[in-house]
Each structure stands twice: as structure tokens, then as C-alpha cells.
């Protein structure tokens, strides 16, 4: 069932050319920012409660 909703994102997807890359650019981008802030968010509540 996954693997049809990926195919069904994919067929969504613009042509191949630099309006896809720009999609999956900005997909790939989201998806760091995110991991970066779910990190720095971990680092601080270490910090402000771990030291107790």
C-alpha cells in the first residue's frame, strides 16, 4: 500500500527537467531542516535538564 502512494507521489511529480529537480530539492531540503531542528532541540533539553 505504501509502495502505490509512492508511485502515486511520483506520477505527480513535474516532467524530468529542472522543474522536477527543483521539487525534490526542495523536498530533500525540508527534510534536513527538519532533522537539523529536531536535533538542536534534542541538544538543548540534554543541556537544560541532563545537567540536573
Same mark, same amino acid.
Given at each position: 500500500?505504501?509502495?502505490?502512494?509512492?508511485?502515486?507521489?511520483?506520477?505527480?511529480?513535474?516532467?524530468?527537467?529542472? &522543474?522536477?529537480? &527543483?521539487?525534490?530539492?526542495?523536498?530533500?531540503?525540508? &527534510?534536513? &531542516?527538519?532533522? $537539523?531542528?529536531?536535533?538542536?532541540? $534534542?541538544?538543548?533539553?540534554?543541556?537544560?535538564?541532563?545537567?540536573?
Amino acid at each position: 500500500m505504501r509502495l502505490l502512494r509512492r508511485l502515486d507521489i511520483a506520477a505527480q511529480l513535474p516532467p524530468p527537467g529542472p &522543474a522536477r529537480a &527543483a521539487v525534490i530539492g526542495s523536498l530533500v531540503l525540508g &527534510a534536513i &531542516a527538519a532533522t $537539523a531542528l529536531t536535533t538542536l532541540i $534534542a541538544i538543548f533539553l540534554v543541556t537544560a535538564f541532563g545537567s540536573r
